[in-house]
């Protein structure tokens, strides 16, 4: 993970400053390129912090001359008006970086934030928190970075890495035993997850082999029922995982019935970026 995430870095700043400056900023071309200048970060919301990587990698891709001190540490939360870097370089080098560089804070930030927020929901509890794939395109290595900051954990990164079962998949391979076993056979290190509707396709999964049971939209009593059968019934119990209309009045309920996993897509594709904003200060 710790190369894709460098990986992603480098790309998604690239990507992005190409997009914002193009052939060249020419607002800050209005400045002396000798005028020096400070700068600080502000956030002005409740968060925690999360992006410093990319926030650091802006400013080394425009110019590695800028120097950059940080006043909080990554996944630290801070209160509103709290300053969070302070900025020294030209302030045209400064300029140039500010949007690209708040971008990838804020959004990565409001991320970690609410899985904090999740989290924190279920700490009495020994349930897993999961993203899903439901990320911004080409931030998916970025969100999920914000989601272990902020307390919850990765499920699968993209298509390759795991097998996730579908209604879909299990129509088109012939049912759910075959479907098993042709997994298997493709890649064999590779965890296998069903996703079931019923307690009839929950048994065919377990009785197949599957590693994970996602269990979807399963009512709550029938959920804990779930739980205990699959603890009680013979040979090797799958994981098994909740999910669908997850949100702040069912999660803990969910979460006490004992599932090992609850998968929230609302992680990742509806986070709200913090409030931040860059202020020069000084001139030099």
């Given at each position: 993970m710790r190369d894709q995430i460098d990986s992603a870095v480098e790309t998604n700043v690239r990507q992005a400053l190409a997009e914002d400056i193009g052939s060249g900023d020419i607002?800050?071309?209005?400045?002396?390129?000798?005028?020096?200048?400070?700068?600080?970060?502000?956030?002005r919301d409740h968060a925690i912090i999360c992006g410093r990587p990319w926030f650091d990698e802006v400013f080394r891709q425009i110019d590695p001359a800028v120097?950059?001190?940080?006043?909080?540490?990554?996944?630290?939360?801070v209160e509103p008006n709290q300053v969070l870097v302070v900025l020294k370089g030209t302030a045209r080098s400064l300029l140039t970086g500010e949007r690209a560089a708040m971008n990838f804070l804020q959004t990565l930030s409001g991320t970690a934030t609410r899985c904090q927020h999740y989290a924190n929901l279920v700490s009495s509890t020994e349930v897993k928190l999961l993203d899903t794939r439901k990320t911004l395109p080409g931030l998916r290595v970025a969100q999920k970075y914000a989601v272990a900051a902020g307390g919850c954990h990765n499920h699968r990164?993209?298509?390759?890495?795991?097998?996730?079962?579908?209604?879909?998949?299990?129509?088109?391979?012939?049912?759910?035993?075959?479907?098993?076993?042709?997994?298997?056979?493709?890649?064999?290190g590779k965890p296998v997850e069903i996703e079931v509707e019923t307690m009839e396709e929950f048994n065919?999964?377990?009785?197949?082999?599957?590693?994970?049971?996602?269990?979807?939209?399963?009512?709550?009593?029938?959920?804990?029922?779930?739980?205990?059968?699959?603890?009680?019934?013979?040979?090797?119990?799958?994981k098994l995982e909740a999910s669908g209309g997850i949100n702040d009045q069912t999660l803990v309920p969910i979460a006490e019935t004992g599932v090992d996993f609850i998968s929230i897509g609302t992680l990742t594709k509806d986070c709200q970026s913090v409030d931040l904003s860059m202020r020069m200060v000084e001139q030099l």
């Open positions: 607002t800050a071309s209005l400045i002396p390129d000798t005028q020096q200048s400070v700068a600080r970060i502000i956030c120097q950059l001190e940080w006043h909080i540490e990554e996944g630290e939360r990164i993209g298509l390759f890495d795991a097998f996730l079962i579908k209604e879909n998949h299990i129509a088109a391979c012939g049912g759910i035993a075959q479907t098993v076993t042709k997994a298997r056979e493709i890649a064999p065919v999964a377990r009785e197949a082999g599957a590693d994970i049971i996602m269990l979807d939209n399963f009512p709550l009593a029938q959920l804990a029922e779930t739980v205990r059968l699959n603890r009680n019934l013979p040979g090797k119990a799958p």
